[in-house]
Each structure stands twice: as C-alpha cells, then as structure tokens.
C-alpha cells in the first residue's frame, strides 16, 4: 500500500516539474516572440 501511495507521490511530483517546465518554455516564447516584434 505504501509503495503505491509512494508512486504516487512521485507522478504527482514529475506532473509538476512538467507543468512547470512548459510554463516556463510558453513565457521563454512569448518573450522572444516580444522581442522579434519589438526589434
């Protein structure tokens, strides 16, 4: 039971870095796409 309370635990976890790498990429994106217009 623990051990898949701890796989769990661990999705829940990469899940989270993935969201958070996609955001960070999605604002890297956005201001690049800022800059190419601004320039």
Do not use: D, G
């Not at 701890?6 to 955001?23: D, G, M, P, Q, R």
């Amino acid at each position: 039971m623990a051990n898949i309370r701890n796989k769990y635990e661990l999705w829940k976890y990469i899940a989270f870095i993935k969201t958070k790498l996609v955001y960070c990429m999605l604002i890297y994106e956005y201001c690049c796409y800022l800059w190419s217009v601004n320039n």
